[in-house]
């Protein structure tokens, strides 16, 4: 997508670690722990689909760290339509180590007509935002002697611009008011995640992130590098690998909790965000697919401003294809990932587009 601002072009992800083909190989030998059936021998696309887990697993941390625009009480919340999910989100490579990645992602989208939306203590309609997100994540695989588990923990700091132009009510008068903001967005921290191999091709992971509101703030901005909340999340995510035909399935769900706006005394109401992707690899490194989304907010958000819109509940869904790519630079392994998201069927949300770009160098 063509954009004027040059500064937030796409950035290359590097996902560092050693002994790639090494971890592979040890999670596609793994037998099942507590299950006393032999584990099946795997096809030639079973073990290349493991050689990727590593650099997937960096992008699925550096994907689901893309900080959002606004929070429920400014029509978006903190997860965008099928921004969450990634290749291999259900798997943690047993070699333990530390890796850091980064990307970028991009959204526009608008609330349309006279309908009120509450941002930062002000109420504005027709509001128009474009954001860019680009989150420079670090996680660490912990040493695990079992081998039906895995752990790791992670820590991302988010590079945010974002631009709003909305209506504002000035008195009798409504005035049109654009606003713009660079630097660094809330700080996110995920403590554990825990994945567990039932087989080589189905896998379990529990996970638990938190966002600390540690960038600026300012009451009455259109735009600010902070929700302004803390923001809990559990999730769970399930990895089935299909190797003879060469096709993943991957699906998330996570629970959003907010804590209360202490400048705005506004109550982000509990959302649930569901996703799902599917993935044709092909034998020259090609992948296609596709990723739905459902964000549905579950409570009513609390506060002056939502009571005086009903709850502004919001709900969403979004779908829009998957590409990847993967080849071989001497011995270390490229793996590219880009994505289209189009919202449909919104309530009380931002409507609009999202789009991601990741890429994973693996020595």
């Known amino acids: 997508m063509k954009t004027k601002h040059?500064?937030?072009?796409?950035?290359?992800?590097?996902?560092?670690?050693?002994?790639?083909?090494?971890?592979?190989?040890?999670?596609?030998?793994?037998?099942?722990?507590?299950?006393?059936?032999?584990?099946?021998?795997?096809?030639?696309?079973?073990?290349?689909?493991?050689?990727?887990?590593?650099?997937a697993f960096a992008l699925s941390l550096c994907v689901s760290f893309a900080p959002r625009a606004f929070a429920v009480?400014?029509?978006?919340?903190?997860?965008?339509?099928?921004?969450?999910?990634?290749?291999?989100?259900?798997?943690?490579p047993p070699e333990p180590g530390v890796a850091v990645a980064t990307g970028e992602t991009y959204y526009e989208g608008s609330i349309g007509g006279v309908r009120d939306v509450p941002i930062a203590g002000l109420l504005v309609a027709n509001v128009d935002m474009k954001a860019s997100f680009t989150p420079i994540a670090l996680f660490y695989i912990w040493p695990t002697p079992t081998k039906g588990w895995n752990f790791a923990s992670a820590i991302s700091f988010p590079l945010a611009w974002l631009e709003v132009e909305a209506n504002v009510s000035l008195g009798p008068l409504s005035v049109r008011i654009k606003d713009s903001t660079f630097g660094l967005f809330d700080l996110a921290f995920t403590p554990i995640v825990a994945s567990h191999h039932f087989s080589q091709t189905d896998h379990l992971a529990l996970s638990f992130t938190f966002w600390a509101p540690t960038g600026s703030f300012e009451k009455g901005r259109l735009v600010n590098l902070s929700q302004n909340t803390w923001t809990f999340i559990p999730g769970v995510a399930y990895t089935k690998i299909l190797p003879e035909a060469n096709i993943?399935?991957?699906?998330?769900?996570?629970?959003?909790?907010?804590?209360?706006?202490?400048?705005?005394?506004?109550?982000?109401?509990?959302?649930?965000?569901?996703?799902?992707?599917?993935?044709?690899?092909?034998?020259?490194?090609?992948?296609?697919?596709?990723?739905?989304?459902?964000?549905?907010?579950?409570?009513?958000?609390?506060?002056?401003?939502?009571?005086?819109?009903?709850?502004?509940?919001?709900?969403?869904?979004?779908?829009?294809?998957?590409?990847?790519?993967?080849?071989?630079?001497?011995?270390?392994?490229?793996?590219?990932?880009?994505?289209?998201?189009?919202?449909?069927?919104?309530?009380?949300?931002?409507?609009?587009?999202?789009?991601?770009?990741?890429?994973?160098?693996?020595?």
């Open 73 to 92: 009480e400014g029509g978006l919340g903190r997860p965008i339509s099928g921004m969450q999910i990634a290749p291999f989100a259900g798997v943690i």
């Open 248 to 363: 993943e399935l991957t699906g998330i769900w996570q629970m959003e909790f907010d804590t209360e706006d202490p400048a705005t005394r506004y109550q982000n109401g509990i959302l649930s965000d569901l996703e799902v992707l599917a993935i044709k690899r092909f034998k020259n490194g090609l992948g296609i697919g596709f990723i739905e989304s459902w964000i549905q907010q579950v409570t009513d958000d609390e506060g002056t401003a939502a009571d005086a819109l009903n709850g502004f509940v919001g709900r969403a869904f979004g779908i829009g294809p998957i590409v990847t790519y993967s080849t071989k630079l001497g011995k270390s392994h490229l793996d590219f990932s880009a994505r289209w998201i189009h919202d449909f069927d919104v309530s009380n949300r931002v409507e609009g587009d999202g789009f991601n770009f990741s890429a994973s160098l693996k020595f």
């Open 6 to 55: 040059q500064r937030h072009r796409l950035i290359l992800l590097e996902a560092i670690s050693q002994n790639c083909n090494a971890v592979a190989t040890a999670l596609c030998r793994r037998a099942p722990v507590g299950n006393s059936i032999e584990a099946p021998r795997h096809s030639e696309a079973t073990t290349t689909f493991m050689k990727r887990v590593l650099g």
